[in-house]
């Protein structure tokens, strides 16, 4: 079969434009040049986007990306967002391959007039029709244009980390896109200058411009490719339409905290938690931040709502979430994703003794947040999800982080309505899952057991949401091995709790707070017990791999064997799946949506 590429005939005094190509004439002669810029519109991940009918943007549509407003830092799997006033964008060089993620591909075909340029009978550049700007790299994959930048360690390394012999013929930006004129440079242009920076030196044997690009300012308009022969004036090509957006506009966030906005709950005594409590909205709304949804827009109908855990500042349940978003995305999700916040207590890592990475042992700050959880998961997390539920009836699904997973469990247990629901690294009590899973034997047990039996309906509390749970587990996990020293130190004696009348070979014994009676009673008070007095007896779900549910997935071991992407006994790895590079955690991310989720990303790779 035969393509027909959009093409220009240059000088013509005043050139028609038809949507992928322009025409000109010379009264002596024509030049008919065929020409291509493309995106991966489609976004299936292939290499030859320029012969991908789906790449093709369907008229009065545009690609959408995200400009690249965060600040990562990092190269190895400890790599994050770091809270900055300076975007990664606002630098001409590639700031390690976490900042990958920020880019996306652009290829032009330029094999029509090859020789042109290597003769120096013809210059390329790009501008901005519209709004927006863009900054443009060379592809370090200079034959083929991949996406193994992305996803592979080594690729990576060449586009952002190059040799020390060619320093920055990948890492530095070669040009800003706005709406002025912006060239390729034609040739080392002096002693200061890099020759392999040149157009020339970075097409492919074939005559394929590869390049990938990150947003530097918001706006909509089209990338159009400029020609220029010698002596020539300059002709505008085909083009990419486009908007740039920050990226927290390509979703919507929800959150439960009582001012509208990401907050943290002012915790660490009763009176200060009741009022936390007592705040709670009974629905979440929308950040001032948010996207919003077109219910005509070019995203599927598959739902994934992400809920965070303990101890994260308004900006990092921002930030987890732009990461959740930008990692599905690049990993091939074409649904929506809503980040929902809610107001955990926060305590200041320097706080805290030992590790700085999510250790939980501000054992009252965890209480008052743990009870906090529960009453935003049984209001505003089930409102949201059911409302969503009756947009997208059986689409939604539910992924939740740590204490995140306190939220999600008690949404669902009080009748939120969700395809599945991730739990990972769930900072919850695995008896109150499975009663069957073994109890721990290194602690003399001064509580009645509460989660594999609860009294108001007997048997494990969380047990009939269990065909529901798909279980991200890591037996190694730090913060969850530090959880069971919070599990111990219960009941709280330093917030007034104790258990009066203990019995152990009747399971039996009444919870108190301040010592006095009447004793706490179940259901009424079963969020205060849970979080400050019931001791439990497992390790926690996220930490085992429960039998009884809808899936598990060992996140030590699942991953392939020897890489990093398996999760370690590290303090960052309980956040894993948000830090470190795309190169080392996409599998994750790609394990989330089919194994979890039953989805089917459009990338045919990873």
């Not at 009663?435 to 290194?442: F, I, K, M, V």
């Not at 969380?462 to 065909?467: D, E, L, S, T, V």
Request: aromatic share 12%; proline share 7%.
């Amino acid at each position: 079969m035969i393509q027909l590429l959009p093409a220009l005939l240059l000088d013509r005094p005043r050139p028609t434009r038809a949507r992928g190509g322009y025409f000109a004439d010379r009264p002596s002669s024509s030049f008919l040049l065929p020409v291509e810029i493309k995106v991966d519109y489609d976004r299936d991940g292939e290499d030859d986007i320029l012969g991908d009918a789906g790449d093709t943007i369907p008229q009065d549509e545009q690609f959408r990306f995200w400009i690249n407003d965060d600040r990562d830092q990092g190269y190895d799997f400890k790599a994050t967002d770091i809270k900055s006033t300076g975007a990664d964008s606002q630098r001409t060089t590639i700031s390690g391959p976490r900042d990958l993620e920020d880019f996306t591909r652009l290829h032009v075909d330029l094999s029509s007039i090859k020789q042109m340029i290597e003769d120096g009978e013809m210059e390329v550049g790009l501008k901005m029709r519209g709004g927006g700007s863009i900054g443009v790299h060379y592809a370090a994959d200079k034959e083929a244009g991949s996406e193994r930048y992305l996803f592979e360690q080594q690729e990576a390394e060449k586009q952002c980390n190059p040799p020390t012999s060619t320093p920055d013929r990948y890492k530095t930006r070669v040009i800003s896109v706005n709406n002025q004129e912006s060239w390729f440079p034609a040739e080392d242009s002096g002693a200061n200058s890099r020759s392999d920076q040149s157009l020339k030196a970075n097409l492919s044997s074939e005559g394929i411009l590869y390049l990938i690009f990150e947003g530097i300012t918001e706006g909509e308009g089209e990338i159009v490719l400029l020609l220029r022969p010698k002596n020539g004036s300059t002709v505008e090509g085909p083009s990419v339409p486009i908007k740039l957006l920050p990226v927290a506009k390509m979703f919507e966030h929800w959150t439960a905290s009582p001012t509208g906005e990401p907050s943290n709950s002012v915790v660490g005594d009763r009176d200060a938690m009741q009022a936390a409590i007592d705040a709670i909205p009974a629905n979440p709304s929308k950040t001032l931040d948010s996207g919003v949804y077109d219910p005509n827009g070019p995203e599927e109908d598959d739902v994934i709502v992400f809920v965070h855990g303990w101890r994260m500042n308004p900006w990092d349940q921002v930030s987890f979430g732009e990461t959740s978003f930008k990692r599905l995305w690049q990993t091939g999700f074409k649904g929506k994703f809503f980040n929902f916040s809610w107001p955990t207590g926060y305590t200041d890592k320097g706080n805290l003794p030992g590790d700085e990475w999510d250790f939980p042992l501000d054992f009252d700050n965890y209480a008052d947040s743990e009870e906090v959880a529960y009453h935003v998961g049984a209001g505003p997390l089930k409102a949201f999800l059911n409302h969503l539920n009756s947009q997208y009836p059986g689409k939604v699904r539910l992924m939740a982080h740590s204490m995140g997973g306190i939220v999600s469990s008690e949404a669902l247990r009080a009748g939120a309505q969700v395809h599945t629901y991730a739990a990972c690294q769930t900072a919850m009590v695995g008896h109150a899952y499975n009663e069957n899973l073994a109890p721990r034997t290194d602690v003399a047990w001064e509580t009645p057991e509460r989660y594999a039996d609860y009294p108001p309906q007997g048997g494990p509390i969380y047990g009939g949401i269990n065909g529901k749970i798909f279980n991200f587990y890591n037996n190694l996990d730090f913060a969850l091995d530090a959880w069971q020293t919070g599990q111990k130190w219960k009941p709280n004696d330093s917030e007034g709790y104790s258990c009066h009348a203990f019995d152990a070979a009747n399971n039996d014994g009444n919870f108190l707070y301040g010592g006095d009676y009447p004793p706490l009673q179940f259901p009424r008070d079963t969020y205060e017990i849970f979080a400050h007095a019931a001791e439990g007896r497992s390790l926690a779900i996220g930490a085992e791999g429960a039998g009884g549910m809808k899936g598990k997935f060992d996140l030590a071991n699942g991953f392939t064997p020897g890489s990093d992407s398996n999760f370690t006994a590290d303090p960052a790895d309980h956040s894993a799946q948000f830090r470190g590079t795309l190169m080392i955690r996409w599998e994750f991310w790609r394990a989330l949506q089919e194994k979890a989720f039953s989805i089917t990303p459009s990338k045919v790779r990873p």
